[in-house]
């Protein structure tokens, strides 16, 4: 090997190690997330991340231009409301009969449905913030136990 293949060797193996330590970098900060609500007995709702633990606060770390989808499963609606941090946009993206059974108004941002699911895309670096407003159950028959939970996300992008 000549010395002048030495030093190309050298330069693309340190250019190998930047990249690895650039993508490690990145790994605290995913480029999606995926959070589902569901009905529980005490506390009414809960909602998981990447399903993990159920509970009714959630932060994570997403990379600019990440998204999260969040699904509703409980028996009633959610309206996904921000409550801080740049304006993140917000689009159902799985209707699921969205409104079906429902009392009371639907709005842009409502999973009026069990299965209707919201896609929340943040394009600025910042900390977002997030809580649902719950609606009426869709169907009587279900009774829960304790205050209900309040149910608050922060998503913070760098
Ligand atoms: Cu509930």
Request: charged residues 15%; contains cysteine; hydrophobic residues 40%.
């Amino acid at each position: 090997m000549t010395s002048k293949r030495v030093a190309t060797t050298i330069t693309t193996l340190a250019a190998a190690a930047a990249a690895v330590s650039v993508s490690a970098a990145l790994a605290g900060a995913a480029p999606s997330a995926k959070i589902v609500i569901t009905h529980q007995t005490k506390g009414c709702h809960s909602w998981a991340l990447n399903g993990g633990a159920f509970k009714p606060m959630q932060q994570l770390a997403l990379r600019r231009g990440g998204y999260v989808t969040i699904k509703n499963n409980d028996v009633m609606p959610h309206t996904l409301i921000q409550t801080a941090g740049p304006k993140a946009t917000i689009k159902l993206v799985n209707a699921a009969m969205n409104g079906m059974g429902m009392h009371g108004k639907i709005g842009p941002t409502t999973m009026g449905h069990m299965g209707a699911t919201l896609k929340v895309t943040f394009s600025q670096p910042g900390s977002y913030k997030f809580t649902t407003k719950a609606g009426e159950d869709y169907m009587s028959g279900f009774t829960t136990t304790g205050e209900d939970h309040v149910l608050r996300l922060v998503v913070t992008v760098k």
